[in-house]
């Protein structure tokens, strides 16, 4: 798997967008961005997940860049409920089904009323 | 849906004794995850199963842990004998069938985890 690299902590303002990054520089042509959360005391949760393309769903929104060695997950309107470790995973999806995901650190995110 | 349930929530207990953490996955969910967290280690991957069937247990850190997964609603993770060291909150995770369009793979649900202290 591609390694992934992330700040260990970031501050965002209640109702600013946070802008999490991660560097994925050794990612290889067929493996896909995920990202996960984990808000304290619960399991990890998913978020989104993108291959090249932008994507946007109810909780987020993927940007990978170009040449995709990296990618930023933002939360538009952050709120105190987002205060979370997030969590950058790059893998492959194979054709046999799903696989095991490897969390690394993540960057721990907290929001300031 | 009830999501992935994991029981018991808390188990203290005291070295030497066997404990079996248990994990109900989501109806129609094909793949189960075992995870252990500590604040040291960080999230591990113990075993995944694929169809009831063990696809990788290198995470499984010594003989003492073993994972079954009898049927697909269930799943136990049991360690015998237990250490201090064995300390840690304890995930179980499903994900369905990716299909062949691979939608939807990788894309993991959490329990809400069995915090295990041994003594």
């Known amino acids: 798997d591609a390694k992934t690299t992330q700040p260990t902590s970031m501050d965002c303002a209640e109702g600013r967008a946070a802008n999490l990054p991660c560097n994925h520089s050794t990612i290889s042509g067929n493996e896909y961005v995920y990202w996960y959360r984990q808000i304290h005391s619960q399991g990890p949760q998913y978020i989104i997940h993108?291959?090249?393309n932008n994507e946007t769903n109810e909780m987020a929104s993927l940007i990978i860049t170009e040449d995709r060695k990296s990618s930023t997950l933002i939360l538009p309107h952050a709120t105190l409920r987002d205060t979370a470790v997030y969590y950058c995973?790059?893998?492959?999806?194979?054709?046999?089904?799903?696989?095991?995901?490897?969390f690394g650190t993540g960057t721990r995110l907290t929001i300031i009323p | 849906d009830a999501g992935v349930i994991q029981s018991p929530r808390h188990e203290v207990t005291e070295m030497g004794q066997e404990v079996t953490l248990r994990c109900k996955p989501i109806s129609g969910h094909n793949s189960l995850f075992w995870y252990r967290q500590t604040m040291m280690r960080g999230l591990e991957l113990l075993i995944y199963f694929n169809n009831n069937v063990p696809i990788d247990d290198s995470g499984m850190p010594e003989d003492r842990f073993s994972a079954k997964m009898p049927n697909a609603s269930f799943s136990t993770l049991k360690i015998q004998p237990s250490e201090p060291r064995d300390s840690a909150v304890y995930f179980c995770?499903?994900?369905?069938?990716?299909?062949?369009?691979?939608?939807?793979?990788?894309?993991?649900?959490f329990g809400a985890g069995s915090r295990l202290t041994v003594l």
């Open positions: 993108g291959l090249k």
């Open positions: 995770a499903s994900s369905p069938d990716p299909g062949i369009l691979n939608s939807g793979a990788n894309v993991l649900t």
């Open positions: 995973i790059v893998r492959v999806l194979s054709n046999f089904g799903n696989e095991k995901l490897t």
